[in-house]
Nanobody, 125 residues
């Protein structure tokens, strides 16, 4: 079992950058895919980005493509979400999720087995 643990949320201004990190507590990501989802107040959970820990491939949600980057930091065994050019619409709780989705389900939250507690990102305009 993999328990994802998020860190790095906070309050920033529009246009700023922020870096979120997801580490595997008690295990490693191994052959899993790791994704970031977010949920803003009153809205459904939204896919942000995902990456396969072993092997290639990254996927991005439409609203963050070109501004956010997901990457592996093997030195600390974590998946990092680099968020640039933040907008007020990026305000949400960001969750790290771990699973074994196929390509067609990479953006589906039901394809992920383990979820972190979430970290809050607030972007002021």
């Amino acid at each position: 079992q993999v328990q994802p643990v998020e860190s790095g949320g906070g309050l920033v201004q529009a246009g700023d950058s922020l870096r979120l990190s997801c580490a595997a507590s008690g295990s490693t990501f191994g052959s899993y895919a790791v994704a970031w989802f977010r949920q803003a107040p009153g809205k459904e959970r939204e896919f942000v980005a995902s990456i396969r820990w072993s092997g290639g491939g990254t996927w991005y949600g439409t609203s963050v493509k070109g501004r956010f980057s997901i990457m592996k930091d093997r030195a600390i065994s974590a998946v990092v979400l680099q968020m640039n050019s933040l907008e007020s619409e990026d305000t949400a709780v960001y969750y790290c999720a771990v699973g074994r989705p196929i390509v067609s389900t990479m953006q589906n939250p039901e394809a992920y087995y383990y979820w972190g507690q979430g970290t809050t990102v607030t972007v002021s305009s």
